[in-house]
């Protein structure tokens, strides 16, 4: 694979040198940055909500920077194809991605040997915590009777879904059985291709829990069909204030969610990074970027450069714990 | 009633016709450029809809996946090669009716009854939105996988072949989707260590490779065909009265069964076309003549898959569950402007409802004339050098799939399933066969799998649930009756004889 | 490339074999009790027995009278032509459309997309037996219209390579 892409980073040098000779188009110099179009790799596909996020950053870049920002959806691989397009791209501030919380969880599987540490930290952009759904006419009123329940129920009895085998609220659920002090697959995980099918599902009367995060779960919420009990988070999410934590009603419990942030190839210069983190600033403190993640319910989060890798390298070792206990892991 | 007078006023705004317009002719070129799949053109538009009110943006989203479903069928028709999966049931067929010098009649059936089919699936949309809310709501992964083996099935029914090559092709297909880590398990298979194969292989370029790359093969070892007879073409619209009449029968099971598949998510217009062609020929009472460009199965299946389009809304408005992929962007569109989607929509914003609505109505009936438009500039294709043709759908190959993830690995794939095609069908195996296992193989794994989890390992639920026990009844009759058939016809002489 | 239903159904039997194989290397996934090697053992199994029915003709039997005299010819009729036996010469220009998409792969990012698929176009229309008057402005002037059309309306990021486009 690696082939495929250091080819890309020859090519994208060439492609410098070689529109520079015939002289269609400046070279780049560090002072002027940026002076000609800037991609944005998204690692998943058009129409989903990480690509959505990723489009509505790019058009206000573009805004601020004066220069197009286009979004590229490298898709294939499960995400790693694009992970590895921006790790591998020439670090000179024109080819920068969207990370996914996914970079935390591939290398544990072994399907990737890219770690948040292959790149260089921008800006956490999205973070979504996990929330627990059940039907809206089920028996459990409280977070707490719920895991009352789990407790009381044989192993294997209650059934959860949300999204595949080894996927975020799969581990989601896992890392909470754990700090009840159950076995790992003490409520059979359901893989399912994603939150929504899992909602149906919920609603269907087909299993018990869905643990996902809450904008995926609005619309069955909102439809009547579902009801939310908590979310894993240290605090409420202003979009749904009526959902109490975790620890407000059971004591504190850690659990990362989803999260979404902006990062270049590592060796990013750092006049470049000063550039490119002011204006994710400004994108992130936008009423347009804002307005377009309330509108989805999506949650923000700011953290930049360092304070975003270690957010990541956090996220990454929660991860391989809850991969590990959950016998997920590759040795 | 003031209601329906506002939702008139929202729609007939300039802004909203002009996003319309614009949208659904964006929405005809991209449906036939082969490679190119209505939910690309969807999610290309999603930007734009920034800058849209927001019934402009549900309206430019609307318009252009119609089109783009409906242009899908005008590549399959002038030269093999299926603009969309939705349109590979019947391209052998849409072909063979251009060979004979029908093109105008094919791509008319596929135009008119797609309309129809669509306006069809919007009065469902209106009249039953509640009830078939509530029917896709009961189906959990039981009814699915009977459902998902059911659309299986269609392979012995669709191709002109011998079943056994037939079910031979469709594993080979459930094969290529067991490739990478979609499957319930997530464990990586049949990868070789490709990171390119982890997520699987899409069904666009596998597609692309066995109808275009695999007709330019064999186009090019073979000597340039007579030519079709010259001649301009005659009415396109002409025909189809009578074929409506004639076939209303057909029409209106497509219509209905494009509905039912269509509100259930997961199952989108692919499998309709895909069912209702299959129902088609086992219903008819000409069934020789399918595959040799008989109209009655275009008909059937181009009422089905527009009709899934419009009732795949369903879910996706009342409990923001996508229908399809491009329900998905759609709905991503729909909480972006505000038109959250959940019953509440029917009833506080009716006026938007009732626009969407109008909407459908009028995308489906515009289509009609920018289709006929769409297709006489197509008809110039085949008047076209061979010569010309080929090279430039050679190259459409290689950049529509490179398109599908920006990823050159999908042109790899493309070149292998040309030959992997162009081999198969030159020994008979039909590949139109292979494709539906190629899309059709997560379900099936994906739904039992996991209805085994939640069963406990009991096989008992796929029986015992009303829905599941209807559709496990077809599928087994279904199953079972060729084989009595054999049986009966095998071995009733020797009875008589016994008799005698 | 036309073969026996022998050749093609040992071949098929033998993907069966394979794949049933290969499915059952698979490791057991904890918590389901159908893992991952079920599905490509049930399908290799089916592709085995589909195989040997092909290669033994058994297969034949079971066509009932509409699809009976639905056979290769037909599906060949279809695709226009009667494959007349070709020269052998004739018969390796099927590589040439496979081949020149594995030279997109290896070209696109390195010459750019414009003359990669002018290369493309020109050898292919050559293939075809088109004149060279015909296929020079061809390869010239259609990788310039599909460019326009998939960079600019579609914003599919075609590599610019040594012949930027001025859009």
């Not at chain 1, 670090?91 to 591939?106: C, F, H, N, S």
């Not at chain 2, 076309?273 to 275009?298: D, I, N, Q």
């Not at chain 3, 034949?60 to 494959?83: K, N, P, R, T, W």
């Amino acid at each position: 694979m690696s082939s495929f892409t250091r080819r890309g980073f020859v090519v994208s040098a060439s492609t410098v040198l070689a529109s520079s000779i015939i002289g269609l188009k400046p070279t780049f110099s560090q002072s002027n940055y940026p002076n000609r179009p800037i991609t944005l790799i998204c690692p998943w596909g058009a129409g989903g909500g990480t690509d959505a996020t990723a489009r509505i950053i790019a058009q206000v870049m573009e805004q601020k920077l004066g220069q197009p920002v286009n979004v590229v959806n490298r898709t294939g691989g499960n995400g790693v194809v694009g992970h590895t397009a921006i790790s591998t791209a020439a670090p000179d501030g024109y080819t920068i991605g969207m990370l996914t919380v996914e970079i935390a969880m591939m290398h544990w599987q072994g399907l990737t040997d890219l770690t948040p540490k292959n790149y260089t930290a921008l800006s956490l952009m999205n973070v979504d915590a996990p929330a627990i759904q059940v039907k809206a006419d089920s028996p459990y009123k409280s977070i707490k009777e719920l895991a009352d329940a789990i407790k009381a129920a044989p192993p294997g009895k209650l059934k959860a879904s949300g999204t595949g085998q080894g996927g975020i609220w799969h581990l989601a659920l896992v890392g909470w059985l754990q700090s009840l002090g159950l076995q790992p697959n003490h409520v059979a995980w359901v893989p399912s291709n994603g939150a929504a099918p899992g909602m149906q599902d919920l609603a269907a009367g087909g299993i018990d829990i869905v643990p996902c995060s809450l904008p995926e779960a609005r619309p069955m919420i909102d439809a009547g069909r579902a009801k939310s009990l908590a979310i894993l988070a240290p605090e409420r999410n202003p979009q749904f204030p009526n959902v109490p934590t975790l620890n407000e009603q059971m004591g504190a419990h850690k659990s990362v969610g989803v999260w979404r942030g902006i990062a270049g190839p590592k060796g990013l210069p750092a006049d470049i990074q000063d550039k490119l983190v002011t204006v994710l600033k400004e994108v992130y403190d936008s009423k347009e970027y804002k307005d377009f993640m309330s509108s989805r319910g999506f949650g923000t989060q700011w953290a930049e450069r360092a304070e975003y890798g270690q957010f990541m390298d956090e996220s990454d070792r929660q991860m391989g714990e809850a991969m590990k206990a959950a016998g997920l892991a590759k040795a | 009633m003031n209601e329906l007078l506002e939702a008139f006023r929202l729609v007939l705004a300039p802004d909203v016709l002009i996003a319309i317009l614009l949208s659904s002719i964006y929405g005809l070129v991209i449906g036939s450029l082969p490679g190119l799949s209505a939910t690309m053109a969807t999610a290309l538009l999603v930007p734009v809809t920034f800058y849209l009110s927001p019934i402009a943006a549900v309206a430019s989203i609307i318009a252009a996946s119609a089109m783009a479903i409906f242009s899908g069928d005008i590549p399959g028709c002038l030269l093999r090669i299926p603009g969309t999966p939705a349109s590979a049931a019947y391209t052998d067929e849409a072909y063979a009716m251009t060979r004979n010098g029908q093109a105008e009649v094919a791509l008319g059936a596929g135009l008119w009854f797609s309309a129809l089919g669509g306006i069809a699936g919007t009065i469902s949309l209106v009249v039953m939105a509640p009830v078939l809310a509530e029917l896709a709501l009961n189906f959990s992964t039981y009814e699915y996988f009977w459902l998902a083996f059911l659309g299986l099935m269609c392979a012995t029914l669709v191709a002109r072949s011998s079943p056994v090559k037939a079910i031979a092709s469709m594993l080979i297909g459930l094969l290529v989707a067991c490739i990478g880590m979609e499957n319930p398990g997530g464990v990586p298979r049949f990868t070789f260590g490709i990171t390119e194969l982890l997520g699987g292989i899409e069904p666009i370029p596998a597609l692309v490779g066995v109808f275009a790359v695999s007709e330019v093969i064999r186009a090019i070892v073979s000597p340039e065909p007579p030519p079709l007879p010259s001649r301009k073409f005659g009415s396109i619209l002409a025909g189809q009265l009578a074929l409506t009449i004639k076939y209303w029968r057909q029409m209106t099971r497509g219509n209905i069964v494009g509905i039912i598949i269509g509100v259930l998510p997961g199952a989108g217009a692919d499998m309709a076309a895909w069912v209702s062609y299959a129902m088609s020929k086992r219903f008819s009472k000409e069934r020789k003549k399918f595959g040799t460009g008989h109209p009655e199965g275009l008909v059937e299946a181009g009422a089905s898959n527009n009709a899934s389009l419009a009732s795949g809304w369903v879910p996706a408005l009342l409990f923001g569950i996508p229908g399809d992929t491009i329900t998905a962007i759609a709905i991503g569109v729909l909480y972006m402007k505000g038109l959250n989607p959940g019953p509440t929509l029917f009833t506080e914003r009716a006026s938007s409802m009732y626009a969407l609505y109008i909407i459908f109505i009028l995308a489906n009936i515009i289509m009609i004339p920018l289709g006929i438009m769409m297709i006489r500039a197509a008809s110039y294709i085949l008047r076209a050098p061979r010569a010309t043709i080929m090279p430039v759908i050679l190259v459409c190959c290689a950049v529509g799939a490179f398109a599908t993830g920006n990823n050159l690995f999908a042109v790899i794939l493309v070149a292998a399933f040309g030959v992997i095609g162009y081999a198969m069908e030159n020994n008979g195996f039909p590949v139109a066969a292979m494709v539906l296992g190629i899309v059709m193989g997560t379900m099936v794994e994906q739904s039992f799998v996991t209805s085994l989890i939640k069963s406990d390992g009991s096989l008992l639920p796929f029986f015992e649930r009303p829905v599941s026990a209807v559709l496990a009844t077809m599928t087994i009759s279904a199953l079972l009756w060729p084989a009595f058939i054999w049986l009966w016809r095998r071995f009733r002489p020797g009875q008589q004889e016994q008799m005698s | 490339m036309r073969l026996s239903d022998r050749v093609t159904g040992s071949f098929v039997a033998t993907l069966g074999v394979l794949a049933a194989y290969g499915g059952s290397q698979f490791p057991p996934v904890p918590g389901q009790d159908v893992g991952p090697s079920v599905f490509p053992m049930v399908i290799g199994a089916g592709l085995i027995l589909c195989g040997l029915m092909i290669a033994l003709g058994v297969g034949h039997s079971f066509e009932d009278e509409a699809e009976a005299e639905a056979d290769l010819a037909e599906i060949q009729g279809l695709s226009q032509q009667a494959m007349p036996v070709n020269p052998l010469r004739h018969r390796l220009r099927a590589l040439l459309p496979p081949g020149l998409l594995l030279f997109y792969v290896y070209a696109a990012d390195r010459i750019g997309f414009v003359p990669t698929a002018a290369i493309m176009i020109f050898a292919s229309a050559l293939a075809f037996g088109a004149k060279i008057r015909v296929a020079l402005p061809l390869a010239a002037l259609a990788p310039i219209a599909i460019h326009l059309i998939f960079y600019k309306l579609l914003r599919v990021p075609l590599p610019p390579g040594l012949l930027p486009m001025p859009w």
